[in-house]
Structures are given as C-alpha cells and as structure tokens.
C-alpha cells in the first residue's frame, strides 16, 4: 500500500463520515470506492475507530489550516466571522455534506474514545479561534468573547443542519443573516 491509497482511503472515509456520521465509515464499501480490498485498510489503519480518529484530526487539520488563511488574508476580524461561516456553507454546497464533527456529536456517546477526543479538539480549536477573532474586534473580555464564540459556532453549525435536512443553502444564508441582525454575528 503506497501514500495514495491511504490518502483515498482518509478521504472516502471523510466523505461517507459526512453524509452518514461515524457508522457511515464501513471498510467494505471504502475499500470498494478506493478500488482495494476489504482487508487492505487495515494496513494503515488497525481498526474503525483508527480511521476514523485518523479522519477527524485530518479534518481539524485541514480546517485549522483554512482558519490560518482567514486570519492571514483578512485584516478585519468582522470578515474574517462572514469567511468561517462560509466554511460551514461549502459543505452544502458539496454534496449537502454535514460538518463532521457536528455528524459525529451527535453520535457522542456512541463514540470511542479516540474518536471523541478529535472531535472535542475540532470543537474547542473552532471556538477558541473564534473567540480570538472577537477578541480582536473589541466584542467584550475573554469571557464574553468565549461565550459568544461558542454561540457562534453553534448557531452556524445548527444553521448548516437545518439547512441539509431541507437542502436548501438559501436556508443556511438566512438564518446567518438573521445572525446578524440580532447581533449575534458581526455583520
């Protein structure tokens, strides 16, 4: 097994995490996807809890990595707020795929151990960026900047599942909107 496979393998497994939560991640239909056999994913990953604990620190990675580009390319912490919403909007663009990390809270208590620790870090990098960002647009003190954070991240992630269940991301932009107006999102 080279680099490729694994990297295919991560993603099949991201994709199906995000249309079907953590029992979306079968071995049999990744590994017909990626064209390998069955028993060949167990050679990067030793177990279903592997790949997917594997796939959610891939996917706070890449998000991590997004966030930095925010920061990086955006000097005013209101728009840096308007491009993480975009983030979650992408995704229902794509395939009306569901954040992965909201697909796998809901699964939480279901969830192994190593997976629930990625998903909890997803959780608080995405809160703990956000709350920087409302730090830096003078929005109130550390505490109120990491409530309202954490109000943020919620409500875009409840928006983004309101909308997937009607398919419909003219849903999702309404309600950001009316994020907006009640203050809870800078406009």
């Not at 680099?3 to 939560?21: D, M, P, T, V, W």
């Not at 990626?34 to 796939?55: D, E, R, T, W």
């Not at 505490?143 to 003219?170: M, N, P």
Request: proline fraction near 2%.
């Amino acid at each position: 097994m080279n680099e490729n496979a694994r990297e295919a393998i991560l993603a099949a497994a991201k994709s199906a995490a995000q249309l079907h939560g953590y029992n979306g991640i079968n071995f049999r239909n990744i590994a017909e996807e990626v064209g390998i056999k069955n028993a060949s994913i167990y050679y990067h990953f030793p177990s279903k809890a592997g790949l997917a604990a594997a796939v959610a620190e891939r996917y706070w990675q890449d998000t991590r990595r997004v966030l930095e580009g925010i920061r990086a390319g955006n000097t005013d912490p209101k728009e840096c707020v308007q491009l993480y919403a975009a983030i979650f909007r992408t995704s229902l663009q794509d395939g009306n795929k569901l954040c992965l990390s909201s697909f796998m809270a809901a699964e939480y208590e279901d969830l192994p151990d190593e997976v629930s620790r990625e998903i909890r870090t997803f959780v608080d990098g995405n809160v703990t960026w956000l709350a920087q960002v409302l730090a830096d647009a003078g929005t109130g003190g550390t505490q109120e900047c990491e409530r309202r954070a954490l109000a943020i991240y919620t409500a875009v992630a409840g928006a983004q599942l309101i909308a997937r269940t009607r398919a419909d991301v003219s849903l999702f932009d309404d309600l950001i909107s009316s994020y907006q107006e009640a203050g809870l999102m800078p406009a």
